[in-house]
């Protein structure tokens, strides 16, 4: 499930070597990408706000405004594209704040009965790739991963990702990890993840969270982010994604 998005989507994330974070995303999970993929001609607004639970943060708080679209008319090939409006106070980041993401997957059972969905993509494309520049935003990170579901456990997920270690920092790339499941038991609307992303730098975080779908097409995650490295990603924080699919 999922809030098929994070549009950004909540692809890419500001850098902060000196700064702080801001992620621009394809479909995700709380923070990692997802192997979900937007379908053929739909559209996805993501509305995601990442507030900081210390005054105490060399980062401020982060506000994304995100669009992803289904590009391919395929059942078991799928793609999307994204782009992001996204601030976080710093007058450096926040003059160049539109970011990319892509990504193209196949659904569960897609390639033989039982195979894993899978998803390769990017995030991260900033529009400041100036060597010169201390405000760069092109962390141009890439990504792969699996995910399966499991009779009551829920859907798995791993992979590995790597970006520009001149903007996320020396320690550029890690693992891709995740657990979400809808708990039908309560309520079909409730889903419930906790996800992982490895690597000291401005993008590393373990996140959790909880999203309730109010209709069919719009739906709100409330999650909590903890950074491996908060000197550059700054304090943790509380987010709340806002997820409105059209059709």
């Known amino acids: 499930m999922k809030r098929t998005i994070k549009s950004l989507i909540l692809a ?48 401020g708080n982060v506000y994304d405004l995100g669009v992803t679209a289904g590009v391919l008319p395929f059942e078991k090939l799928q793609a999307e594209v994204g782009v992001d409006y996204i601030t976080s106070g710093s007058n450096g980041y926040d003059s160049r704040p539109i970011y990319f993401n892509a990504k193209i997957g196949t659904p569960e059972g897609s390639l033989f009965e039982l195979s894993p969905a899978l998803a390769v ?18 962390q141009n990170i890439v990504y792969g991963l699996a995910a399966k579901t499991l009779p009551v456990i829920g859907r798995l997920s791993a992979g590995y990702y790597f970006g520009n270690d001149k903007v996320i920092g020396p320690k550029d790339d890690g693992v891709l990890l995740s657990w ?58 509380f987010t709340t994604q806002v997820d409105i699919n059209f059709p």
């Open 12 to 59: 890419t994330a500001l850098t902060i070597v000196t700064s702080g974070i801001a992620m621009a995303t394809p479909s995700t999970q709380i923070w990692i990408p997802s192997t979900d993929v937007q379908g053929f001609k739909s559209l996805h607004l993501g509305i995601d706000n990442y507030t900081r639970t210390s005054n105490n943060s060399s980062v």
């Open 121 to 138: 993509g990017g995030y991260g494309f900033g529009t400041n790739g100036d060597k010169n520049s201390a405000f760069r935003t092109d």
């Open 180 to 237: 979400d499941r809808t708990m039908s038991e309560i309520s079909d609307k409730l889903w419930l993840a906790a996800d992982y992303q490895g690597g000291k730098n401005t993008v590393g975080a373990f996140s959790f969270g909880a999203s309730w779908a109010f209709s069919k097409n719009v739906s709100v995650i409330f999650g909590y982010d903890i950074y491996n490295d908060q000197q550059l990603a700054g304090k943790n924080t």
